[in-house]
């Protein structure tokens, strides 16, 4: 691993990302392309967690809203999503040849194993890709956050955000205005005092207590995961050394 910026990472896939073009729940060819990337750096020897969302099947704040439905309950059926996405992703990663464990937050000993941060971290020195489903296991708190809280727990160098195939952090969203304009790096508080909305404020404040690093990049274009790990620039950093 001489030359690598990092050695263990965490990947957080939102469930829209999953969902490639928004014609199926679960877009197979994403599927497979998240699996490919992850087995190139895998194969570097880089230890590979993954966080992935929902939102591709639930999203608690939207089911609350249109609904009618209790915060908390659409938060736990969100989780659920989660799990869902683990389980697919998971089925296709070992099809690429990865040896993979979940872990939940909420017990489900059936399908998967309950997250325990030591196992976890055993997993990974073993060579096993570990996949991170149902959240923090308790409502109000974003996947976002999830990852950023296992990414420190397992002691992880950086927490990498693939989000809906945006190449960065822009200004405002690139979707709507044409002339947004994509950051190079951010300071956490340059982040939260701008009040940009790709990540909540809990996850960014929790990596600045923490002092870990945030990517935002887009997984789908090929090698841009193994170029962040070799220490090129990709995206947006925010944080990192000075």
């Known amino acids: 691993m001489a030359g690598l910026r990092y050695g263990r990472i965490v990947l957080k896939l939102s469930g829209e990302e999953l969902s490639g073009d928004g014609r199926s729940i679960v877009d197979p060819e994403v599927l497979r392309v998240v699996a490919r990337e992850v087995r190139?750096?895998?194969?570097?020897?880089?230890?590979?967690?993954?966080?992935?969302?929902?939102?591709?099947?639930?999203?608690?704040?939207?089911?609350?809203r249109l609904l009618g439905i209790d915060k908390v309950t659409a938060d736990y059926m969100g989780m659920l999503a989660t799990v869902i996405n683990a389980l697919a992703l998971q089925e296709v990663l070992e099809g690429h040849g990865l040896e993979t464990r979940v872990q939940t937050a909420i017990a489900m000993h059936q399908i998967a194993e309950p997250f325990i941060r030591r196992r976890a971290i055993r997993h990974l020195e073993k060579g096993r890709v570990v996949l991170f489903a149902a959240g923090t296991g308790s409502p109000y708190f974003t996947t976002d956050t999830t990852a950023a809280l296992r990414a420190i727990e397992i002691e992880a160098g950086a927490v990498l955000m693939a989000k809906n195939r945006v190449p960065g952090v822009f200004d405002k969203d690139p979707r709507v205005h044409r002339d947004a304009i994509m950051f190079d790096r951010l300071t956490y508080l340059e982040y939260i005092n701008r009040g940009l909305q790709v990540m909540d404020t809990t996850t960014v404040s929790l990596c600045m207590d923490n002092g870990l690093d945030i990517w935002v990049f887009n997984l789908q274009e090929p090698g841009n995961l193994e170029r962040i790990v070799r220490g090129e620039h990709v995206g947006t950093l925010i944080g990192g050394a000075p």
């Open 40 to 64: 190139a750096v895998h194969e570097l020897g880089v230890q590979v967690a993954l966080v992935v969302g929902g939102g591709n099947i639930v999203r608690g704040a939207e089911m609350s």
